[in-house]
Antibody
């Protein structure tokens, strides 16, 4: 079964850091672009970052540039999001998502269940 | 930056056809993807590349894209179709989502 499972969310103070993980299974992880998408409470979907199969290209939404870092470990079939200098507006459910097509940016056909990040004092 | 515009809400009578639009500058030149999200659940892909249905998605779901508007059409709407729907495109290497449309089945 193709599956993505996020972990690492929790409560953190403003200015703090958190590292999210996404464990992939059931497909050749190293062949696909991967993304992080977030959803603030009661709000719509917001793309956060994506990373090429080999990690050589990474892109970010402007609001997290310089604070968040996306990475992957293909040997461990895992995707990560290092979040630093967290702000209240980063509070959201964070999903990892897989591109439907090999080696290209496309629709997201598989999503994890999400992990909640709350930034509050 | 590229923007996608969706109506906040759409209502449809049970068994009738619902159409949800997604507006963007020359969106017809892009591949549009649609997601369904029910409360407390992760999004589910229902249409990709304008008009393709993933495995397991009913034929009642269809899509089209031309000019400045893409449309998700849900035929013979069922109570289980009540959800939020989001359109999405790639703008260079950046993902853009529409603001989402809440579909109510009456």
């Amino acid at each position: 079964e193709v599956q993505l499972v996020e972990s690492g969310g929790g409560l953190v103070q403003p200015g703090g850091s958190l590292r999210l993980s996404c464990a992939a299974s059931g497909f050749t992880f190293s062949s696909y672009w991967m993304s992080w998408v977030r959803q603030a409470p009661g709000k719509g979907l917001e793309w956060v970052a994506n990373i090429k199969q080999d990690g050589s290209e990474k892109y970010y939404v402007d609001s997290v540039k310089g604070r968040f870092t996306i990475s992957r470990d293909n040997a461990k079939n895992s995707l990560y999001l290092q979040m630093n200098s967290l702000r209240a507006e980063d509070t959201a459910v964070y999903y990892c998502a897989k591109s439907i097509a090999v080696a290209t940016n496309d629709a997201f056909d598989i999503w994890g269940q999400g992990t909640m990040v709350t930034v509050s004092s | 930056s590229y923007e996608l515009t969706q109506p906040l809400s759409v209502s449809v009578a049970l068994g009738q056809t619902a159409r949800i639009t997604c507006g963007g500058n020359n969106i017809g030149s892009k591949n549009v993807h649609w997601y369904q999200q029910k409360p407390g659940q992760a999004p589910v892909l229902v249409i990709y590349r304008d008009s393709n249905r993933p495995s397991g998605i009913p034929e009642r779901f269809s899509g089209s894209n031309s000019g400045n508007t893409a449309t998700l059409t849900i035929s013979r709407a069922q109570a289980g179709d009540e959800a939020d729907y989001y359109c999405q495109v790639w703008d260079s290497s950046i993902v853009v989502f529409g603001g989402g449309t809440k579909l109510t089945v009456l």
